[in-house]
């Protein structure tokens, strides 16, 4: 515990220090314990019916939800496609909204080989997105579709649209590579003005060793750095900055070690590393 503490401060000491990120006015950014203080987190906990707590992954939810507010890209005849969905909320709320849903997981089969559909983390069928009954059954029928995708092959027949998303989802495609492939070419999906907004795994205990060519992945802070050296030449998009504040709170600098907590779990020990959750922000300029 002590290692992994240290290994933390020296890596978060060594980063750009930014003004502390807020989900009021989000840009490319950490989870991190002041956030889920905010009225905004409390709302979007609401919408999905689900009661607050400190989990990153709630935090992941609540993250995409205020991005696309912020953007106004949550209303009517908006249009979005998310990947690797499995059963999670969003896009039965986006369509309460009024917003078009396409929801995207990968096929079963290759679900199944993953270990997905035995652990219930795969979209099966369209009804287990509205489990909660966050969107009125006619709306969501009218409104969300289902389509099985690979993210390491995303095809050319699927449209455009005002925004795309994912979940804890790209760092499961198989490399760090195909995780920064898939965000680049996400953004091949959307609309002039459309908006990418993903959420992933940070490294944040060493930005040179880490976990990669496995099922689960930790990207790095140079990988984004990368990111950003690639997207220079995609004079059509741009990556909102990275805020690249850890946060010094009580539970910024908690560790959850396995089995891990369903509470106070915004870094957590994997392997030899410390991870928490990280939001990416692209916006598609023309």
Same mark, same amino acid.
């Not at 607050?52 to 991005?67: A, D, G």
């Not at 035995?118 to 029928?141: M, P, W, Y």
């Given at each position: 515990?002590?290692?992994?503490?240290?290994? !933390?401060?020296?890596?978060?000491?060594?980063?750009?220090?930014?003004?502390?990120?807020?989900?009021?006015?989000?840009?490319?950014?950490?989870?991190?314990?002041?956030?889920?203080?905010?009225?905004? &987190?409390?709302?979007?906990?609401?919408?999905?019916?689900?009661? +607050?707590?400190?989990?990153?992954?709630?935090?992941?939810?609540?993250?995409?939800?205020?991005?696309?507010?912020?953007?106004?890209? *949550?209303?009517?005849?908006?249009?979005?496609?998310? !990947?690797?969905?499995?059963?999670? @909320?969003?896009?039965?709320?986006?369509?309460?909204?009024?917003?078009?849903?396409?929801?995207?997981?990968?096929? $079963?089969?290759?679900?199944?080989?993953?270990?997905?559909?035995?652990?219930?983390?795969?979209?099966?069928?369209?009804?287990?997105?509205?489990? =909660?009954?966050?969107?009125? %059954?006619?709306?969501?029928?009218? *409104?969300?579709?289902?389509? &099985?995708?690979?993210?390491?092959?995303?095809?050319?027949?699927?449209?455009? !649209?005002?925004?795309?998303?994912?979940?804890?989802? *790209?760092?499961?495609?198989?490399?760090?590579?195909?995780?920064?492939?898939?965000?680049?070419?996400?953004?091949?999906?959307?609309? @002039?003005?459309?908006?990418?907004?993903?959420?992933?795994?940070?490294? $944040?205990?060493?930005?040179?060793?880490?976990?990669?060519?496995?099922?689960?992945?930790? *990207? =790095?802070?140079? %990988?984004?750095?990368?990111?950003? =050296?690639?997207?220079?030449?995609?004079?059509?998009?741009?990556?909102? +900055? !990275?805020?690249?504040?850890?946060?010094?709170?009580?539970? %910024?600098?908690?560790?959850?070690?396995?089995?891990?907590?369903? %509470?106070?779990?915004?870094?957590?020990?994997?392997?030899?590393?410390?991870?928490?959750?990280?939001?990416?922000?692209? =916006?598609?300029?023309?």
């Amino acid at each position: 515990m002590s290692l992994l503490s240290s290994k !933390f401060k020296e890596i978060t000491d060594n980063c750009p220090v930014s003004a502390e990120p807020s989900l009021v006015m989000p840009t490319s950014q950490m989870c991190t314990e002041s956030q889920f203080y905010e009225q905004v &987190y409390k709302d979007a906990c609401f919408e999905i019916k689900e009661q +607050p707590r400190s989990h990153r992954k709630q935090w992941e939810f609540c993250y995409i939800i205020q991005v696309l507010k912020h953007y106004g890209l *949550l209303r009517s005849r908006s249009s979005g496609i998310g !990947f690797g969905v499995g059963e999670e @909320p969003l896009p039965s709320l986006f369509a309460s909204y009024g917003c078009k849903v396409l929801a995207t997981d990968l096929d $079963v089969s290759n679900a199944a080989d993953k270990g997905w559909v035995a652990s219930d983390q795969h979209l099966r069928t369209k009804e287990v997105l509205n489990k =909660r009954g966050i969107c009125d %059954d006619e709306s969501f029928n009218k *409104l969300v579709n289902i389509d &099985y995708v690979d993210m390491n092959n995303i095809p050319d027949n699927l449209g455009k !649209f005002n925004f795309t998303w994912s979940s804890c989802a *790209l760092e499961h495609l198989g490399s760090i590579d195909k995780s920064l492939d898939f965000i680049v070419n996400s953004t091949k999906l959307l609309k @002039p003005g459309g908006i990418a907004v993903h959420t992933t795994e940070l490294n $944040v205990s060493n930005d040179v060793l880490t976990i990669d060519n496995q099922n689960t992945v930790l *990207l =790095r802070i140079k %990988d984004f750095n990368n990111l950003s =050296r690639k997207l220079v030449n995609h004079k059509d998009i741009a990556l909102s +900055p !990275f805020n690249y504040f850890a946060g010094y709170q009580p539970l %910024d600098t908690h560790i959850d070690l396995p089995p891990y907590s369903s %509470d106070k779990h915004l870094k957590i020990a994997m392997a030899q590393y410390v991870t928490t959750s990280v939001g990416i922000i692209i =916006r598609k300029l023309f």
